[in-house]
């Protein structure tokens, strides 16, 4: 859940609510005041406010709202901005707010905990629309796919690590530094996941050898909660701590052993990890993955963002609809289960075969593929199938999906639905779509990451093709 970047020294917290100070490692630039006040002007991208300096010079400020005015202290000097963090804050935004996590500010996980929820949704939409903009595309309504904003992530990694004097950390680095913040509890993860934080802490107390454990990973499903440790090697005595650990906690336990190529071991029997996702007339679609697959974290938000999906497209028999980066079948199982043909393609073989299980449990027919969808020309050969391809969802990684944009503004599809969660590359591909004719037909923003800068965009396109005809 961290997020890396440049190390900053401890900062003083204040005692206004909302406010802390966020630890670090070595600084670059020594801590320098500023000598006159500062008022935030608007929210960068990440998050932080944006100020100029009575010499113009832009300084962006953590934890700083717009409206504020505040006086900092500069960590980091830039030629062309500096880093700052609050030293005092003179004036209040009111949408400012109390963190509901008590790490806020030390840890790495989350950066907007002192910005209220609405405020949240809304600088996101203004993020996109912004990014956009830079593409020469005026956005029109820009809709919200809302969500719990606690207790919504079912997936997260956990640091360890063992200081000089025996003592053991269990929780995530911290803001802009490797060094790791030990955490009592997290407000943003499912309760389930939670309860296990203390058991774990004491568990890792107890260990003979604590040093051997790199990471802890937890899952929690609709049936089971799952705990796989990252070791570099057995050790015996401790192996059997972790056992009586997990028939306690009542959790499913595995190990990924080696460093190079890990193996993953599981004490007991095998878990069947399972998510459901229901839509509304259609029976429950069961999705088995395995502990190394992708899994949107927030499970109630991937239900509302598939059904939106199924609501854009309409799939129906007779269509044809093809699922590019298609993972466990998230997408492709609820639109073959409508009754469209299917064509799921990812890059990974092991998914291919992971959409055809799926596809056989419940009862239904995908045709999957593998493929580079980074290729142009393996790209160009899925759209040019032997089949009218109706519409085209695509759900890529961070990098985005600029190769299958291009292609298709070549090769144009009637709908094409993108799913994003880095609105600056989807902004990216998307002008290349709208500068070949599509059109910006439905855009949501979902809340996937509540309390951090990271968002889920989704986007639907039309080409019309009696418009563009000759």
């Not at 395995?290 to 269509?319: C, H, R, T, Y």
């Amino acid at each position: 859940m961290a997020m890396l970047g440049k190390r900053r020294p401890p900062r003083p917290a204040s005692g206004h609510s909302g406010l802390a100070g966020t630890p670090g490692g070595k600084a670059r630039n020594p801590v320098v005041d500023d000598a006159s006040p500062l008022v935030i002007e608007r929210l960068a991208h990440d998050g932080r406010g944006v100020a100029h300096a009575a010499n113009g010079k832009t300084v962006f400020v953590d934890q700083a709202l717009p409206g504020e005015q505040v006086e900092v202290a500069i960590h980091l000097n830039r030629k062309r901005f500096d880093e700052a963090h609050i030293k005092s804050l003179l004036t209040t935004s009111e949408q400012r707010v109390t963190p509901p996590c008590p790490h806020f500010g030390h840890c790495g996980g989350c950066d907007l905990q002192h910005l209220s929820v609405d405020a949240q949704r809304a600088h996101k939409r203004e993020v996109v629309r912004d990014l956009f903009a830079r593409q020469g595309i005026t956005l029109g309504e820009i809709d919200s796919i809302q969500g719990d904003d606690q207790g919504y992530r079912r997936r997260a990694r956990l640091g360890v690590k063992v200081d000089s004097q025996g003592n053991t950390r269990l929780g995530f680095r911290a803001a802009h530094s490797h060094r790791l913040v030990d955490i009592e509890r997290c407000p943003v993860l499912v309760d389930s996941l939670q309860q296990l934080l203390k058991p774990l802490r004491e568990l890792l107390g107890s260990l003979e050898a604590p040093r051997l454990v790199g990471h802890i990973e937890l899952l929690a499903t609709a049936a089971t909660q799952v705990v796989l440790v990252r070791q570099l090697k057995e050790h015996t005595l401790d192996a059997e701590r972790w056992q009586a650990f997990a028939t306690r906690q009542q959790v499913a336990l595995g190990t990924w052993l080696g460093r190079e190529t890990p193996m993953l071991h599981w004490h007991g029997a095998v878990p069947v990890l399972e998510e459901s996702l229901t839509l509304e007339g259609q029976p429950p679609l069961k999705l088995r993955f395995s502990p190394g697959d992708f899994l949107q974290v927030n499970a109630q938000i991937n239900q509302q963002m598939v059904a939106q999906v199924i609501e854009w497209l309409a799939p129906k028999p007779g269509q044809q609809l093809l699922d590019l980066f298609a993972g466990i079948g998230n997408f492709s199982l609820p639109m073959a289960a409508a009754g469209a043909a299917v064509h799921a393609v990812e890059g990974n073989p092991s998914m291919v075969e992971r959409i055809a299980t799926n596809a056989q449990h419940n009862q239904l027919v995908i045709s999957g593929q593998q493929a580079d969808l980074n290729d142009p020309a393996s790209v160009k050969a899925l759209l040019q199938a032997d089949y009218a391809i109706d519409a085209l969802v695509l759900d890529p990684p961070r990098s985005g999906g600029e190769v299958i944009c291009q292609a298709l503004a070549h090769h144009p599809v009637a709908q094409v639905v993108y799913i994003s969660c880095d609105p600056a590359t989807l902004a990216r591909d998307a002008a290349h779509l709208v500068h070949a004719g599509y059109r910006v037909k439905q855009v949501a923003v979902a809340d996937m990451f509540l309390h951090t800068a990271h968002m889920e965009t989704l986007m639907l396109f039309e080409f019309d093709f009696i418009k563009h005809k000759g």
